[in-house]
């Protein structure tokens, strides 16, 4: 069974920094491109970025919002997607989702999400 | 960027009503659109990859269809379960996009 499960989201100040962490189960994490994807209260859906697999060099693709501030990485050995959120602002406050990519192009597996409060 | 104009942004429907959503592309996507449905308080879920292939596991009451640079979500016989919101994503090209969303309310 796939399982996206996100971690480390909380209550930070105008200008902190926070990181992320998507602990990933049930497929070969290495094989897939992964996503965060996020959600303003109330809002709808926004991508934030992407990580290409080891064959295409673990290169990055970001939201014009969030490029420059925030960098996805991630360790195939433990499973794991991060986000490395930077010159976190108010209006970052958002839930967070990892999302996997099959092999088609879209999302296929969500995460639960975790919530991140900018906030002084 | 490409957007997603989707619509409504909501609409009451009854149980066993079918319920059309549409999301127009402000450009060319191919068929890189998918259907994701969330409700309250839990991640999106998808529905529908490739304009009109189900994911595995979804019921056949729900369809997709394209015409062009408009793309369809039709949910037949509505049940209880469906009462949610509808997003539609396109993924040809970054930044990768969604509609704004289509409430489904019960009437």
């Known amino acids: 069974e796939v399982q996206l499960v996100e971690s480390g989201g909380g209550l930070v100040q105008p200008g902190g920094s926070l990181r992320l962490s998507c602990a990933a189960s049930?497929?070969?994490?290495?094989?897939?491109?992964m996503d965060w994807v996020r959600q303003a209260p109330g809002k709808g859906l926004e991508w934030v970025g992407r990580?290409?697999?080891?064959?295409?060099?673990?290169?990055?693709e970001y939201a014009a919002s969030v490029k420059g501030r925030f960098t996805v990485s991630r360790d195939d050995s433990k499973n794991s997607l991060f986000l490395q959120m930077n010159s976190l602002k108010t209006e970052d406050t958002a839930v967070y989702y990892c999302?996997?990519?099959?092999?088609?192009?879209?999302?296929?597996?969500w995460g639960q999400g975790t919530l991140v409060t900018v906030s002084s | 960027d490409i957007q997603m104009t989707q619509s409504p942004s909501s609409l009451s429907a009854s149980v066993g009503d079918r319920v059309t959503i549409t999301c127009r592309a402000s450009?060319?996507?191919?068929?890189?659109l998918a259907w994701l449905q969330q409700k309250p308080g839990k991640a999106p879920k998808s529905l529908i990859s490739?304009?009109?292939s189900l994911q595995s596991g979804v019921p056949s009451k729900f369809s997709g269809s394209v015409s062009g640079t408009d793309f369809t979500l039709t949910i037949n016989s509505l049940q209880p379960e469906d009462f949610a919101t509808y997003y539609c994503?396109?993924?040809?090209?970054?930044?990768?996009?969604f509609g704004g969303g289509t409430k489904v309310e019960i009437k």
């Open positions: 999302a996997r990519r099959n092999t088609h192009g879209d999302n296929d597996y």
């Open positions: 049930g497929f070969t994490f290495s094989d897939h491109y």
């Open positions: 990580s290409r697999d080891k064959v295409n060099s673990y290169t990055t």
């Open positions: 450009q060319g996507i191919g068929r890189s």
């Open positions: 490739a304009a009109s």
């Open positions: 994503q396109q993924y040809q090209s970054y930044p990768l996009t």
